[in-house]
């Protein structure tokens, strides 16, 4: 009879350390959560001989089981998917995992399952044991296993499966962050792809740097202005407005530097070769997690056949289309403006 018991320990500890080789497997070459979920469940209940294992989410209703194995038989442990009153065993886990407490190194069905014990006991299942999945912010979850001995977990197996348990949350928090970080990766190459193929002239400036130097520009900004990447980074991009200093929209600009807020205006800038065009300009800021602003992007965006086309509308609105003269309509812009002036300043004029 003792060689009968050791040998039966032994049986299971070999069970139990294949199931774990298993398990580490699984953990090491799984893509995904739900395959990694799914190939622990299995090696628990086909290596490890057990009668069902499962794993279940908490959530705002209670504990939803997301993927489960088991041997034939109606265990009632397998059925249902959502924590409600007709579930009394899943209900205990959810009371479990959501007040984190009843989860030692093991828990016997009797204590946890009470409700459920002679349902589950008739139908296969007389004893199991839950570990709690642990995550930055707590237990999100649970792995729960069914056996048919009514002692199926001793001292020493419920401390490897805590290890599985352990290796297991942290095998799930692995993959989310590897899904996350993919996701970020996509997000950024898509973003990165737009303001490649932009219409209009984006670049970005370091602002914990003197004098703001640009440190990136994409294609339409070296289209629009005719400067190459390698001839402006480095540089406040001031050097567009050439001499012509004197424009009330710089200072708009400057002051939303300073002010560390959004700003716009319209302004004169020079191509490479020195050809005008009129620049529609969008700066905002860019903070770090700490509210620190860190960089400027702007939005250059080449506004010159608006600009003559208002100032076409202009000219025939104001000359006469067959002299070229100014008309009465400019006179009396003119009369007006002298008018303003006159008074602001107290002076005299005469026509």
Not at 294 to 321: C, M, P, R, W
């Amino acid at each position: 009879a003792d060689r009968e018991i050791t040998e039966e320990a032994l049986r299971r500890s070999n069970r139990t350390h294949r199931m774990l080789s298993e398990c580490s497997e699984a953990l090491v070459h799984a893509t995904g959560e739900a395959e990694l979920l799914d190939k622990i469940c299995r090696a628990i209940v086909e290596i490890g001989c057990h009668s069902l294992a499962w794993v279940g989410y908490a959530g705002v209703q209670g504990v939803s089981p997301v993927a489960r194995s088991m041997h034939g038989g109606a265990c009632p442990a397998a059925g249902g998917s959502d924590c409600d009153g007709a579930d009394s065993w899943r209900c205990s886990v959810a009371s479990a995992l959501l007040t984190s407490e009843g989860f030692g190194d093991r828990i016997p069905m009797d204590r946890v399952y009470e409700a459920w014990f002679a349902q589950g006991a008739a139908c296969g299942c007389a004893s199991a044991i839950a570990f709690p999945l642990w995550g930055e912010g707590g237990v999100f979850g649970a792995l729960n296993i069914h056996a048919a001995e009514s002692s199926a977990f001793d001292a020493e197996e419920a401390e490897l499966l805590t290890e599985l348990a352990n290796a297991l949350s942290y095998g799930i928090i692995s993959l989310r962050t590897n899904v996350e970080r993919q996701r970020a990766e996509i997000a950024l190459r898509q973003r990165q792809r737009a303001i490649e193929s932009s219409s209009n002239g984006i670049m970005i400036t370091d602002f914990n740097v003197p004098d703001h130097p640009l440190i990136y520009i994409n294609p339409a900004f070296e289209r629009i202005t005719g400067y190459a990447a390698r001839e402006v980074l480095g540089r406040n991009c001031r050097f567009l407005a050439g001499n012509d200093h004197d424009q009330l929209g710089l200072e708009e600009i400057r002051a939303a530097l300073r002010e560390q807020r959004e700003g716009g205006a319209v302004l004169r800038n020079y191509r490479k070769d020195g050809s005008l065009f009129w620049n529609e300009l969008s700066v905002a800021p860019v903070r770090d997690e700490n509210g620190t602003v860190t960089s400027f992007v702007g939005i250059l965006n080449d506004v010159t056949e608006h600009k003559q086309y208002e100032e076409q509308l202009e000219y025939q609105a104001n000359h006469d289309g067959l002299t070229g003269l100014p008309n009465r309509n400019l006179l009396a812009d003119r009369l007006g403006q002298a008018l303003s002036f006159t008074d602001r300043y107290h002076k005299q004029a005469a026509v």
